[in-house]
């Protein structure tokens, strides 16, 4: 690796963990398949994960990811969309999820979290809880966008859930970058 890089001494891969969170709104309305998952009914923004790549414009591989949530309760399948670079509209809380062609060309890769591999952490009712659906032994490119070191992510429920009021999702990333 070059020095102008800012990494001398580093060889080989760096494997590391990164993580992005969003709160979704107030409420408790059931989620239908199809619908978009993020934290506003009326002005959302896209979630986030920032300091992915070593630089700007680079990439590497997600080996392995955990989608967290602060409620213990029954989830539904959940496909989170990593793009990179962020997306006009993500579409409100509890809509359709209608990405245009253009923002779908910065598609990197969907991880998908099945219900049934859901584990509990607190095992207290509903908000008081907390679980998640872990997903190892992965292999997935990604590369960002030429300016930035973020992915993007977008969590799409497919099938029917019932969330916690102002539930928190985490977005856990096990990568490797070269």
Same mark, same amino acid.
């Given at each position: ?9 580093? /060889? ?12 979704? !709104? ?6 239908? %398949?199809?619908? /978009?998952?993020?934290? *506003?009914? *009326?002005? !959302?923004? /896209? ?8 630089? !700007? ?9 955990? +989608? ?21 509209? !993500? ?13 779908? +060309?910065? +598609?990197?890769? /969907? ?19 907390? *679980? ?6 992965? *292999? ?10 973020? +992915? ?17 999702? %985490? ?8």
């Amino acid at each position: 690796m070059k020095a102008s890089e800012n990494h001398l001494g580093e /060889v080989g891969l760096r494997h590391i963990r990164v993580q992005g969170s969003f709160t979704r !709104p107030a409420n408790t309305t059931a989620y239908a %398949t199809g619908d /978009v998952m993020n934290d *506003s009914t *009326s002005a !959302p923004t /896209v979630a986030t994960i920032t300091n992915v790549a070593r630089k !700007p414009g680079a990439g590497g591989r997600i080996v392995s990811a955990q +989608l967290h949530s602060s409620q213990n309760g029954t989830w539904a399948d959940i496909d989170v969309f990593i793009f990179s670079a962020t997306i006009a509209s !993500p579409g409100n809380d509890n809509a359709a999820f209608t990405p245009s062609d253009a923002e779908m +060309l910065t +598609l990197q890769t /969907v991880l998908k979290f099945p219900a049934a591999n859901a584990v509990i952490g607190n095992a207290t009712a509903a908000a008081g809880g907390n *679980s998640f659906i872990p997903l190892p032994d992965l *292999s997935r490119v990604f590369q960002c966008a030429a300016n930035t070191t973020t +992915l993007y992510w977008v969590p799409v429920a497919r099938g029917s859930y019932t969330p916690v009021s102002a539930e928190v999702f %985490t977005l856990v990333l096990g990568v490797e970058t070269d």
